[in-house]
């Protein structure tokens, strides 16, 4: 039986290592709005300059919800309005 509780230990050991690791790389994630404090426009070809993005950060597109909308396309329908 003593054998069962240490190897017990050990899961609940291993489990807690991996959501400690799991939790760093999440709170590593960062948030960029697209723009800076102008906010999205069509001409932001320089605003990621200097930007480091990773997998796990979240772009923010704020924009005049009045003038634009966004609309998810297929990559047919991209390349065919590009």
Request: aromatic fraction near 10%; include cysteine.
């Amino acid at each position: 039986m003593e054998q069962g509780r240490g190897s017990a230990v050990t899961v609940v050991v291993a489990l807690l290592l991996v959501c400690v690791l799991f939790d760093a790389r999440v709170a590593d994630s960062a948030v960029y709005n697209v723009g800076d404090s102008s906010g999205w426009s069509f001409n932001t070809d320089s605003w990621s300059t200097g930007k480091r993005f990773k997998a796990g950060d979240v772009l923010v597109f704020k924009y005049d919800a009045t003038a634009h909308d966004v609309v998810a396309v297929s990559a047919a329908g991209y390349r065919a309005c590009h």
